[in-house]
């Protein structure tokens, strides 16, 4: 390591350098992306430059200065305070350059206050209750690096700390680096009227408390040279995003294991999306999700892959102008908590897999869709399989559950309250339809019962008159136990039911009105107290599909 590096293990250099930082940034954090000594430094050897609004004040020989310019040509950390009115701080050496930012404020009327020429790594520190300010105006002299926003990088560019950065991308852009952007800790408040956080190769956030307000994307990578760059990688932090087009975007891979999200792209579901794409979280390849706290009001698809998802965790509130989650490929909900309550269209892949979690969609047409992409009446290969979880569906008009393949269900529960439209179904597929567990309480217009190659037994019951919105339908066995309790939430003509509890060769009768005392779940009761309505009549059990009419 270089001399001005103590070479010992982290955790020897924290207990070292703590007690001589007189900036207070280093603190217990285990850095994930760099070398852990990025992150340390020798403290007397920091070298000191000061601000003065037109000029610039230092004694060091590895810097020069031109009226309100700063050039740094040698490898170290910098320790920076003070004002420019209208000037520049540049870096342009080889190695790696820490520039500590003790309340510093930069703007610039012609370029990016802050630019990075040529470095290993740049290091910007921000220490623990200082505020620091960069802001570029609307108008850039051009050159050949092409600068486009406040802070912008040729190189590797990292952000560390504990103190406060704002930058007010005014020309076009917040930070940007043409190579790998890492934030690893701080409180960074972006204002720009084009992109707000960009990392081309990649981005990498760890931890800190991210505000973005851009006129384009929010967050994003976006190098499309290799599978192993334009990635988002963010491992924790809190993020307040509101964009003009996506919330966060990346060219490859998304991938979010933790952290609080709370992102408004495109105005919001109430509107239209226009010609630039308004997603919330986008990738042109896969997104992984594996925890955190989401909060997405998107004019367009609040999840969005040309690919595939995989969510194995979180809790998500979803509304959307158009579809709250949209894969071309795969999508596998493994865990989480997920609630839409706005959608045109709820949930659309080729092939959807639901291993565990909850499921609430409200939409205006289908809820959970599988299609190869258009709205086709012939087999085209999709499925839904459903291994557990609770999925819980209400469409206003649409099919519920629709695959333009098959539907399979090995486990959980699927509560549907399907259109009242007499062309919509409650369940539908083009294929096959195989049930060999879980429940399924399904009322609408109409409905398409499971196969008869299923495993478990089912029961399809159309009814003369209309059943009005919360019409209680009970299902008893012959020795008056109950076997299932629903509630419809909107005028129906059908109950499509699959349960373990049905038996070969028994007798159920059918029961609507009357009362019930319990907690539903979005209808279905799961432990009622029924006080009986009126008979309408009873079926039994003899085949795997058992269809009746009252």
């Known amino acids: 390591m270089k001399n001005h590096l103590f070479l010992v293990t982290f955790l020897s250099l924290i207990l070292c350098f703590y007690s001589c930082d007189p900036e207070n940034v280093i603190d217990n954090q285990t850095t994930t992306d760099a070398d852990t000594l990025d992150y340390v430094w020798d403290a007397t050897k920091v070298v000191k430059i000061s601000l003065n609004n037109s000029s610039i004040i230092t004694d060091s020989k590895n810097v020069t200065v031109a009226g309100s310019v700063l050039n740094i040509n040698a490898k170290g950390t910098y320790e920076i305070t003070g004002t420019l009115a209208d000037g520049q701080i540049i870096v342009n050496t080889s190695g790696i350059v820490r520039l500590i930012l003790n309340n510093v404020n930069v703007s610039n009327s012609t370029s990016s206050p802050l630019f990075v020429a040529d470095a290993k790594k740049t290091i910007l520190i921000l220490p623990e209750g200082t505020n620091n300010t960069f802001t570029d105006a609307a108008n850039y002299t051009i050159t050949k690096d092409s600068l486009n926003s406040a802070i912008y990088s040729k190189d590797y560019l990292a952000v560390f700390g504990q103190g406060k950065l704002t930058v007010n991308g005014n020309y076009n852009g917040g930070i940007a680096s043409r190579d ?275 495993s478990q037994n089912s029961v399809l019951i159309r009814f003369n008159s209309i059943l009005n919105p919360g019409t209680i339908v009970n299902i008893q066995d012959a020795s008056g136990n109950k076997v299932l309790t629903f509630r419809t939430t909107k005028n129906a003509y059908c109950i499509m039911a699959s349960l373990p509890a049905f038996s070969m060769g028994a007798t159920y009768n059918v029961y609507t009105g009357g009362s019930a005392t319990g907690t539903d779940i979005n209808g279905y009761y799961p432990e009622v107290v029924y006080t009986a309505g009126s008979k309408r009549g009873l079926f039994t059990i003899y085949e795997k599909v058992t269809k009746v009419t009252f």
């Open 180 to 454: 790998e952007l890492v934030i690893e800790s701080g409180s960074l408040d972006i204002n720009a009227v084009g992109f707000g956080i960009k990392g081309k190769d990649y981005l990498k956030i760890q931890d800190g408390n991210i505000k973005v307000i851009s006129g384009g994307d929010g967050l994003k990578s976006d190098k499309d040279s290799t599978l192993n760059d334009g990635f988002i990688e963010i491992n924790g932090g809190t993020f307040q995003i509101v964009s003009a087009n996506d919330a966060i975007s990346a060219q490859s891979i998304l991938t979010i294991n933790k952290g609080i999200f709370e992102l408004i792209s495109g105005g919001g579901s109430t509107f239209t999306p226009g010609s630039g794409s308004s997603k919330g979280l986008k990738s042109q390849n896969k997104i992984y999700i594996s925890g955190g706290t989401f909060y997405i009001n998107s004019a367009d698809n609040c999840i969005d892959a040309d690919n595939d998802i995989e969510i194995n965790d979180g809790n998500f509130t979803l509304l959307s102008g158009n579809k709250p989650i949209d894969s071309d490929s795969t999508l596998i909900v493994n865990n989480g908590d997920l609630n839409i309550t706005k959608a045109i269209k709820g949930i659309s892949s080729h092939n959807i897999t639901i291993n565990a979690g909850k499921i609430s969609i409200d939409s205006r047409n289908d809820c959970l869709k599988a299609t190869l992409g258009a709205d086709l009446t012939t087999d085209d290969g999709s499925s839904i399989n459903i291994n557990g979880g609770t999925i819980l569906l209400t469409t206003e008009k649409g099919d519920a559950l629709d695959s333009n393949g098959s539907i399979s269900m090995t486990a959980g529960l699927l509560v549907v309250q399907g259109s009242s439209t007499q062309s919509d179904d409650a369940v539908t597929y083009r294929s096959t339809c195989l049930v060999s567990g879980g429940i399924i309480a399904a009322s609408g217009a109409t409905s398409l019962a499971p196969g008869d190659a299923s």
